[in-house]
């Protein structure tokens, strides 16, 4: 029995990999909502044998998190989940010596063998697709979006960020060109489901 600990703030996204995991057997699945949760769970009920982490999370980020656990714990296996996988990201889990680093759109198999590697001691990195470093956000992107979120339309943004009608339109066609999507409503979409804004 291969003793599991995910740690995601997306209950969605926590309760539906531990469902999965747990019902293929093999698996003692626990799960934290955050890394301040992870640390805790290992100090109290001692290190799983993998730790299953999302990149991206409010109180503490995936790397920070290791970090923390391994003060007390250096031997901590680690398999890094991201929304959307950078290639500077993945570089940074190998510098650290983390186990691996794959995209939370990985086929399902390929998750469960990679815990199982890990597990027994390998690795497993993603190795391509990548989302590349210059399709990443801009601040002003990001803001723009996170107005979006709120329901403004671009007039409104327009004038919250004290710029042209214009200008948000640019930036929103440059959100969907990275995101993959077609009009706002799902770059929104899109941009909760990678984990870039959070609810």
Same mark, same amino acid.
């Given at each position: 029995?291969? #003793? $599991?600990?995910? &740690?995601? %703030?997306?209950? =969605?996204?926590?309760?539906? *990999?531990?469902? /999965?995991? @747990?019902?293929?057997?093999?698996?003692?699945?626990?799960?934290?909502?955050?890394?301040?949760?992870?640390?805790?769970?290992? #100090? $109290?009920?001692? &290190?799983? %044998?993998?730790? =299953?982490?999302?990149?991206? *999370?409010?109180? /503490?980020? @995936?790397?920070?998190?290791?970090?923390?656990?391994?003060?007390?714990?250096?031997?901590?296996?680690?398999?890094?989940?991201?929304?959307?996988?950078?290639?500077? %990201?993945?570089?940074?889990?190998?510098?650290?010596?983390?186990?691996?680093?794959?995209?939370?759109?990985?086929?399902?198999?390929?998750?469960?063998?990679?815990?199982?590697?890990?597990?027994?001691?390998?690795?497993?990195?993603?190795?391509?697709?990548?989302?590349?470093?210059?399709?990443?956000?801009?601040?002003?992107?990001?803001?723009?979006?996170?107005?979006?979120?709120?329901?403004?339309?671009?007039?409104?943004?327009?004038?919250?960020?004290?710029?042209?009608?214009?200008?948000?339109?640019?930036?929103?066609?440059?959100?969907?060109?990275?995101?993959?999507?077609?009009?706002?409503?799902?770059?929104?979409?899109?941009?909760?489901?990678?984990?870039?804004?959070?609810?």
């Amino acid at each position: 029995m291969i #003793r $599991v600990l995910i &740690v995601d %703030d997306h209950p =969605v996204v926590r309760d539906g *990999m531990a469902s /999965m995991l @747990g019902a293929g057997g093999g698996f003692d699945v626990r799960c934290a909502s955050g890394g301040e949760e992870a640390l805790s769970f290992c #100090r $109290v009920e001692g &290190v799983p %044998d993998v730790v =299953v982490m999302d990149v991206k *999370m409010p109180d /503490m980020d @995936g790397f920070t998190t290791v970090e923390r656990i391994r003060r007390y714990f250096p031997d901590v296996k680690v398999l890094l989940l991201s929304g959307m996988p950078l290639k500077t %990201d993945e570089e940074r889990a190998r510098e650290m010596k983390i186990c691996g680093y794959l995209p939370k759109s990985v086929p399902w198999r390929r998750l469960v063998t990679a815990i199982e590697d890990i597990s027994a001691g390998g690795t497993d990195f993603i190795g391509e697709a990548y989302v590349e470093e210059k399709g990443a956000l801009s601040d002003r992107e990001m803001e723009v979006l996170k107005w979006m979120a709120q329901g403004k339309i671009r007039e409104e943004i327009a004038i919250i960020m004290g710029i042209s009608v214009e200008t948000v339109k640019t930036h929103a066609r440059s959100i969907m060109r990275k995101l993959d999507s077609v009009n706002n409503a799902s770059s929104v979409a899109r941009a909760y489901e990678l984990g870039i804004l959070r609810a």
